[in-house]
């Protein structure tokens, strides 16, 4: 079974994803009460359609992307006092951080305030952070 989604690939936004399976499994997941709250509108259908012939450019130029941003974060993280980024995530769209002299939700409310970049928290571990990556500013 495989899947896969245009919201990373292309861009948040599209909410257009896919499953490679058996088509026993694929009947099975369809049949599922929950199944029509999953499906993508016409809309994002028809643009992921038009983009699909050029996703391996696209993915390519989005790459070079995530890689700026990725690199720009895990910088200006380094920089911050007691925010250690634990590695330099190898894909994927956010980074994870442990927190060294402070809490979680100390740091939520240093973001609220502007001191630090907007994060979000480990679910019940308050030594933990993440962040999605962003553009640098200009």
Same mark, same amino acid.
């Given at each position: 079974?495989?899947?896969?989604?245009?919201?990373? %690939?292309?861009?948040? +936004?599209? &909410?257009? =994803?896919? @499953? *490679?399976?058996? $088509?026993?499994?694929?009947?099975?997941?369809?049949?599922?009460?929950?199944?029509?709250?999953?499906?993508?509108?016409?809309?994002?259908?028809?643009?992921?359609?038009?983009?699909?012939?050029?996703? %391996?450019?696209?993915? +390519?130029? &989005?790459? =070079?992307? @995530? *890689?700026?941003? $990725?690199?720009?974060?895990?910088?200006?993280?380094?920089?911050?006092?007691?925010?250690?980024?634990?590695?330099?995530?190898?894909?994927?769209?956010?980074?994870?951080?442990?927190?060294?002299?402070?809490?979680?939700?100390?740091?939520?409310?240093?973001?609220?305030?502007?001191?630090?970049?907007?994060?979000?928290?480990?679910?019940?571990?308050?030594?933990?952070?993440?962040?999605?990556?962003?553009?640098?500013?200009?």
């Amino acid at each position: 079974m495989t899947l896969g989604s245009f919201s990373k %690939t292309i861009w948040d +936004a599209l &909410r257009v =994803g896919w @499953l *490679r399976a058996d $088509r026993r499994v694929i009947r099975q997941l369809a049949s599922h009460p929950m199944a029509p709250l999953v499906d993508a509108s016409p809309l994002d259908q028809a643009i992921a359609e038009h983009l699909l012939p050029q996703l %391996t450019a696209i993915v +390519a130029v &989005r790459r =070079g992307i @995530l *890689r700026e941003r $990725r690199d720009h974060l895990f910088d200006r993280l380094r920089d911050l006092d007691g925010i250690e980024p634990v590695n330099r995530p190898q894909g994927g769209l956010s980074q994870w951080c442990r927190l060294e002299r402070r809490s979680s939700a100390r740091l939520v409310v240093d973001a609220a305030e502007g001191h630090v970049p907007r994060v979000g928290v480990g679910a019940g571990r308050t030594e933990w952070a993440w962040r999605r990556f962003r553009p640098p500013r200009s």
